[in-house]
């Protein structure tokens, strides 16, 4: 990665899952490949529980939500768990619209997150 390109996203490593907080306030074409590329890479850790905290992201383009998708195909494939957390307004709607909650599970906040993961 490039010292001039923005940071995609902070990893916090638990015994039981990781935390990927995604960091652009917009994740749009010109950026989306190196979120699916960055994304991809950090999901092959050991851990199968995942958690996708999108609370700073305002806005995110198809190419985003198809990053999501293949990440979540991808935990599947492992026998994993994924939840997504902390989803703003545009970003609801559009997982409303494309009836994004019935490919993943999602909760309000982080700490809901954390707490459903450790339960599965």
């Given at each position: 990665?490039?010292?001039?390109?923005?940071?995609?996203?902070?990893?916090?490593?638990?015994?039981?899952?990781?935390?990927?907080?995604?960091?652009?306030?917009r994740?749009?074409l010109?950026?989306?490949?190196?979120?699916?590329?960055?994304?991809?890479?950090?999901l092959?850790?050991?851990?199968?529980?995942f958690?996708?905290?999108?609370?700073?992201?305002k806005?995110?383009?198809?190419?985003a939500?198809?990053v999501l998708?293949?990440?979540?195909?991808?935990?599947?494939?492992?026998?994993?768990?994924?939840?997504?957390?902390?989803?703003?307004?545009?970003?609801?709607?559009?997982?409303?619209?494309?009836?994004l909650r019935?490919?993943?599970t999602?909760?309000e906040?982080?700490?809901?997150?954390?707490?459903?993961?450790?339960g599965?």
């Open positions: 990665m490039q010292g001039d390109q923005e940071k995609i996203m902070q990893i916090d490593h638990t015994e039981s899952h990781l935390l990927i907080t995604i960091l652009p306030r994740i749009y010109d950026i989306a490949d190196r979120f699916e590329n960055e994304l991809l890479s950090v092959k850790d050991d851990r199968n529980r958690i996708i905290d999108l609370s700073a992201v806005v995110m383009n198809s190419a939500i198809g998708l293949s990440a979540r195909d991808y935990i599947l494939r492992r026998d994993g768990k994924l939840i997504v957390c902390g989803l703003k307004s545009l970003v609801r709607q559009v997982f409303e619209r494309m009836q019935s490919f993943f999602v909760t906040t982080v700490q809901e997150a954390r707490e459903l993961i450790d599965i």
